[in-house]
């Protein structure tokens, strides 16, 4: 079976700390992604990564940055967490950009709350 | 970037079958029809994709219209674990793979 996981189901954190969350897949994906989902905006790509140390920014990289050290691990970064980060954030994978019928498999996701 | 337009919500009772549609007039050659799902508390799941012929899997049927500027997911048996909210996305072909969720139509399944 296929697994994308992410380090931690609920995450509570204070403004300006650096919070990373993880995600790992199984699956020799070529492609990972992170969203995040609020209430009324539905999900939305921050970043997304097609190759080891490569990135690429999505809808909404402000604020976030990424790390994809190793194949199957890509990592979110908020270097100063702030109050409007308090979202779900899912991790995604998909095996590669050149077919466009990949499917992508995503994480349970993260929620994480920045008091 | 590329649109669809869906339906907020639509009502289904259990064993029936269900059609939602999705609108995307500004599809281009090369893009294809994605549906994801996403129940309660979950991350989204694929549920079918198509470029031009209609397809079916064992989650569902996608039937794409000829001139591909619509699509529906069809549902052939409701149950009550279809309860969710199911999103249609284009993919584009020169973007790499990347999705862009709309607001998707919640489903709500009546027993």
């Known amino acids: 079976d296929v697994k994308v996981t992410q380090s931690s189901r609920y995450l509570v954190k204070r403004t300006g700390e650096k919070v990373f969350l993880e995600c790992v897949q199984d699956m020799d994906h070529e492609n990972m992604f992170w969203y995040r989902q609020d209430p009324g905006l539905g999900l939305r790509l921050i970043y997304f990564?097609?190759?080891?140390?490569?990135?690429e920014k999505g809808d909404i990289p402000e604020g976030y940055s990424v790390s994809r050290e190793k194949k199957e691990r890509f990592s979110l970064i908020l270097e100063s967490a702030s109050t409007n980060q308090t979202s779900m954030y899912l991790c995604a994978s998909s095996l590669s950009f050149r077919e466009g019928s990949n499917e992508q498999f995503f994480g349970p996701g993260t929620r994480l709350t920045v008091l | 970037d590329a649109k669809t337009t869906q339906p907020n919500s639509m009502e289904s009772n259990e064993e029936e079958p269900v059609h939602l549609p999705c609108n995307h007039s500004?599809?281009?050659?090369?893009?294809?029809i994605h549906w994801y799902r996403q129940l309660p508390s979950q991350g989204p799941e694929y549920v079918i994709h198509g470029l031009t012929s209609n397809v079916n899997n064992r989650m569902a049927s996608l039937a794409i219209a000829e001139d591909r500027k619509s699509s529906t997911l069809i549902l052939h048996r409701a149950t009550l674990r279809d309860a969710a909210v199911y999103y249609c996305i284009l993919l584009i072909y020169n973007q790499g793979g990347k999705l862009i969720f709309g607001q998707g139509t919640e489903l709500s399944v009546k027993p």
């Open positions: 990564s097609y190759d080891v140390k490569m990135k």
């Open positions: 500004t599809i281009s050659g090369t893009d294809y």
